[in-house]
């Protein structure tokens, strides 16, 4: 199994294109760019699933050698693409997809409802490619094999979907290469770190894991807002190193970086906090190979 990752921002990316804060400022001046959370994985190397589609997934495709067609051809090695959570930083890029041949989005009931209703993507898009909704429920194999289990982790809805029913907002998935029973765990957004997220993490060989903010106060210093970490949905990297510390055989690669946060630049000091702890962040098109 292969896992490329396409991008590990957090909605609007770093820079952010409307913001002159010291960490913005600094990410334009260096170069450092990072882009929105997303990953693509194939059990075989040539069958390829997106997992969440992000704002700059047309960018993310081109960088990725592995993800263009063969020459003389327009057969996407893309077969289709699950998504995490309905949050528009995880699914603005299906626009991007409406020049696929055909496209099966894997979600939730909830996470399909939004795209139907609050935000009617699949219709919109249904006009220009044949899109196939499969509910996603766990149990599946993926084409290329790979086994998908997944764990409810929390009921936020994106804000435009305020309104809506449903449980299983948001999710995180293990996927498991059948050849060689290695798997990886993607969790983008973690509220908490309960029962349920410890059993699907349990002997997993590498786990993504929701690095939005670095600690809970992050957003209240940086901007004056109200909003701590955890009640934005995110567990700050801080409070998940105690636990990490748990699982010595697994490797913890934190994605989905906020502007705001220090460790998305490569010199900040806090990393020693990381790397203490047998941690790190996800780097752009990092490549993880699970055989
Ligand atoms: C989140 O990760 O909490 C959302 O994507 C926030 C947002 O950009 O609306
Ligand atoms: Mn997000
Ligand atoms: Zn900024």
């Given at each position: 199994m292969r896992v490329r990752v396409l991008g590990t921002a957090a909605?609007?990316?770093?820079?952010?294109?409307n913001c002159g804060c010291e960490s913005c400022c600094r990410a334009a001046e260096l170069g450092t760019q990072r882009t929105q959370d997303c990953l693509a994985i194939s059990g075989d190397g040539t069958s390829w699933y997106l997992v969440n589609a992000s704002p700059d997934l047309r960018t993310q495709l081109l960088a990725t050698p592995e993800l263009r067609p063969e020459p003389g051809t327009r057969r996407t090695p893309v077969e289709g693409v699950l998504l995490t959570s309905a949050e528009l930083d995880h699914t603005l890029g299906l626009v991007t997809l409406r020049e696929a041949g055909r496209l099966t989005i894997h979600a939730t009931a909830a996470v399909h409802r939004a795209l139907r209703q609050a935000f009617p993507i699949t219709e919109v898009i249904g006009n220009y490619t044949t899109v196939r909704s499969e509910e996603i429920a766990g149990g599946q194999v993926l084409a290329g094999g790979i086994a998908v289990e997944l764990v409810g982790v929390g009921d936020k809805r994106p804000r435009y979907a305020s309104g809506l029913p449903g449980a299983d907002w948001v999710v995180a998935y293990r996927f498991t290469?059948?050849?060689?029973?290695r798997s990886l765990v993607y969790a983008p957004c973690l509220p908490a770190w309960n029962e349920a997220f410890e059993r699907i993490i349990d002997?997993?060989?590498?786990v993504l894991l929701d690095?939005?903010?670095?600690?809970?106060d992050e957003l209240t210093r940086s901007s004056g807002s109200d909003r701590p970490a955890r009640s934005m949905g995110h567990l700050p990297i801080r409070a998940a190193l105690p636990e990490i510390a748990r699982h010595p055989g697994t490797r913890f690669l934190f994605t989905?970086?906020?502007?705001?946060?220090?460790?998305?630049?490569?010199?900040?000091?806090?990393h020693a906090e990381l790397r203490a702890a047998g941690a790190a962040i996800a780097e752009e098109r990092q490549l993880l190979v699970l055989e």
């Open positions: 909605g609007g990316g770093l820079p952010q294109w290469d059948a050849a060689s029973g002997g997993a060989d590498i690095g939005t903010f670095h600690t809970e989905h970086l906020n502007n705001t946060n220090p460790l998305a630049h490569p010199d900040a000091p806090e």
